[in-house]
């Protein structure tokens, strides 16, 4: 049993686009969302995190909403780039936890 | 980097065979993750550590095992590979722990069992 749930599969937008990637989570206990970035060949890197005391985090581009109530949160890249093209993660954990429970993985390709 | 180095990078064994994944950090971590990474379900837990012959079972446990004999290496066995066990094997170390742990992940390991 998946435990978080990601979508779209994959992505295709152009330069200049706002592509969203969503996820969902069934364990209320949750308490820490982190998203991971992944180019082809390379192992998957912190891109930016966000705890559900706030309903919206920032760092440059990407953009962390959280809603509680949903049960839902999701990743906005701003002005999207070709290089922003890479596999995309959505993870949880409990804050205090020391495992994360991935989301399937969204493929975003960023057209010229 | 993180200061994370898998070996091998790429193995095709056969069926039935003994295979081991190495992990070794010259970060000096506490907790040392193995994940596999497969089309459509993301990264999922193997094993982890939490220090010198401190381990546990993860997501995915059945058909591995797990050993830590030293801070810096955290070793994961197949005893007997098996065609579904063709993944994709990240090892992975996080330092502080909780709370809101960072983790960080090696380049992986491409296994092929055939």
């Known amino acids: 049993q998946q435990q978080v749930k990601q979508s779209p599969q994959s992505l295709i937008v152009q330069k200049g686009g706002i592509p969203i990637i969503n996820c969902a989570y069934e364990n209320t206990a949750f308490d820490y969302f982190p998203w991971y970035q992944q180019f082809p060949g390379k192992g998957p890197a912190l891109l930016i995190a966000i705890r559900p005391d706030v309903s919206e985090k920032k760092e440059g581009r990407f953009t962390i909403s959280f809603n509680k109530s949903a049960k839902q949160f999701s990743l906005h890249i701003m002005d999207s780039q070709p290089g922003d093209s890479a596999t995309y993660f959505c993870?949880?954990?409990?804050?205090?936890?020391?495992?994360?429970?991935f989301g399937g993985g969204t493929r975003l390709m960023v057209k010229p | 980097d993180a200061g994370i180095t898998q070996s091998p990078r790429h193995k095709v064994t056969e069926t039935g065979t003994p295979v081991t994944l190495r992990c070794h950090q010259t970060?000096?971590?506490?907790?040392m993750y193995w994940y596999r990474q497969d089309p459509g379900h993301g990264l999922r837990l193997i094993h982890y550590s939490y220090g010198v012959k401190d381990t546990d079972k993860g997501e995915v446990s059945d058909g591995y095992s797990v050993s830590r004999s030293k801070t810096e290496d955290f070793l994961l066995t197949l005893e007997s590979a098996t065609s579904s066990q063709t993944s994709v094997y990240f090892c992975?170390?996080?330092?502080?722990?909780?709370?809101?742990?960072?983790?960080?992940f090696g380049e992986g390991s491409w296994l092929t069992v055939v």
């Open positions: 993870a949880a954990s409990m804050y205090a936890g020391n495992m994360l429970t």
């Open positions: 992975a170390i996080s330092g502080t722990g909780p709370p809101g742990n960072t983790i960080y």
């Open positions: 970060e000096n971590h506490r907790y």
